[in-house]
């Protein structure tokens, strides 16, 4: 039946035709009763006779529906009305690649920032046993905020449905001079050409066109008609992308054309090891540039309030200043625990600059009096002392949030930072409106920031009473999935809190998915679940959002060696001791693992630092357990066994039957030789069912019990749980 704009189907109704996909067209709709838009697709009227062809539309939006992934277009629903079969899908704003393509090309960044979550969106696909066969730009949409999306699953080969080879069985919507071929044919791998069975490879070969496009603003196999661009696909090989394009990296280059060997066995094996190569390609690229960009660093802001009773929201001023700076790709933040470690010290402004190792340093003041908030601000000049800029806002407390993107974009404006439109956006978007709701926030933060089980409980409540007044404050809780995993990582290794915590994390990212710390959140409560491969992709995309966020990085690298993985865990531990100096877990960490393939003389330094820290840390808080058993671990791996032994025990007497604290005095009393102690509290950890049996594996503190009988038993056994 012919359809127009202002149809109905069911409680659909039609806006406009966007286009044309592998079954059918696509249309713009307004969900009625969700009052939301979404795009619908419909099946061809001649194919939708065809119960073959039915099937094949059915299971290719169950199949879609079930990736999950968010660089992959989500599917909402299969329905049918007034005799037309449909599926409905979210809308995409944005413009598809093939319309932001250049003639000369992608810049560097902009390659790379599209084409990670591409091979990623990919990895996913060929994951579910599905291959794509039409990658191509106009199947690719890159939205205002920069996302990309993969769509047009119309000829993708499904599990169970139709062959392998590059043939049609019928006739079918194709490149049109060539209609027994699936897809679009400059894109078409060879074996798909010869009609040769094809798998996930040739999607590999199609990417690896695109991508050439993307790199050179030109396709690699030209021709001006269907046989010219069969045999340039067949028999040609096209100038190497830097041939073209000088400021490209070789190895960028090579990725390339390796993707577009014509034997699949000589491509890259799987989407997910080219992700990988791209991914560590643009952590590189994003090092360099911004190494060589300004660094700035946030004191805690000054209670001048005759009370006292001020520093949580000083403190959140500032930290929120961080947090927006740290969105802009040509600035490097210190981290909140960084610079707050010199609240009230008797250092002036160009000494802490110095000690932090920035060119800029934020000081202000903050006096709030009834309804009105007085914020003073001065950014310096570390290298000579000179004042940069400084200002005095005299307002009521509600206009604190237009306050803060005030003095973050002086800042970027006194060190002539450019900001791209997506930046631009993220320094003027406060997360509440409600400021009562800020201000348990800001409590919450800075209670969970004690690390301690009762400055969790703490937290919990702050920002639960933040959701009770805002209900939609991402941040608050992405703040209550942090909790629950603190309380399962080292209180109670319980399903009930892995759940809660995987619970907040997904309604923080609904409600925002581009906030990192939600991602980070998301993450670790996918890690804790053993859910390795999502885990991996909130991590990865956290840290795109945020390249300076330490957590990301931290609990990346823990989820990374929990795995065995143990280079790639410390690529990422060595990344967030570069980001939080001051911090004592991940140096420690590290040097295990340093020790464990080798480098005997890195772990032997790296542990000093850490121990350094961690007593430093100690003298500050003398009853944080786990500064004591990760000092005592170190201390024991430096030949002060016996000092570590008596830290080993403080901390078994401060909590003598929490599974973390055993777990880690177990590991402490291997390395020391005592192999029946190690087991006694390996065992009584075990019976708590709390102990994670990757990390027991995994471990080489426990290489000293392996041989043990009792060690034997207890891996049997198959605990679940835990965390060192």
Known sequence: MPITPGDMLAHYCLVEKLGEGGMGAVWKAMDTRLDRVVAIKLLDDGLAQDREWL?????????VAALNHPSIVTIYSVEEAAGVRFFTMEFLGGRSLDQLIPATGQSLRTFLDVAVPLADALAATHASGLVHRDIKPANVMVGADGRVKVLDFGLAQVPGIGGGTGRLDRAAPAFESTSLLWGTLPYLSPECICAEPIDHRSDIFSLGVLLYEMATGRRPFGGDAAGEILDAILQQTPPLVTALRRDFPLHVSRIIRQCLEKDPAAR?????????????????????????????????FVDMSFEKDQEH???????EIINVLAKVGELRVASRQSSFRFRATPLDSRA?????????LLEGSVR???????????????RDGLCLWSELFDREVKDVFVIQEEIARSIVRALAVTLSPLESDALRRPRTNDLEAYDLYLRGRRYFHQYTKKGTGFALEMFGRALERDPGFAPAWAGVADCYSYLSLYVERSEANRQRAEEASCKALDLDPDLA???VSRGLALSLGGRHEAAEREFEHAIRLNPQLFEAFYFYARDTFAQGKNEAAIRLYEQAMALRP??????????????DIGRGADAEVTRRRGLRVAEEHLQRHPDDVRALYMAANAQVATGESERGREWAQRALTLEPDDPIVLYNVACIRSLAGDVEGALDCLERAARTGQVQIDWVVHDSNLDAVRGHPRY???????????AA
Do not use: M
């Not at 099937?55 to 199949?63: D, N, Y």
């Not at 929201?313 to 930290?319: L, R, S, T």
């Not at 802490?352 to 800029?360: H, K, M, N």
């Not at 709030?368 to 570390?382: D, Y």
């Open 352 to 360: 802490i600059g110095r000690e932090l190792g920035v060119d800029a």
């Open 313 to 319: 929201f000083c403190e959140g001023i500032a930290e």
């Open 268 to 300: 890259p094996q799987s989407a997910a090891a080219l992700r990988a190569e791209l991914e560590e390609l643009r952590r590189e690229q994003e090092a360099a540039r911004r190494a060589a960009a300004p660094a700035i660093a946030v004191l805690p």
């Open 712 to 722: 034997a038993v207890l891996l049997r056994a198959g605990q679940e749980g835990g």
């Open 582 to 595: 001051d911090d004592y877990q991940a140096p420690l960490l590290v040097a295990q693992l340093y020790a």
């Open 55 to 63: 099937r094949r539309f059915e299971h290719e939006a169950k199949a």
């Open 517 to 519: 710390q939600a991602r």
């Open 368 to 382: 709030k009096v009834g309804t009105r908030l007085r914020v003073g601000a001065e950014l310096t000049n570390v």
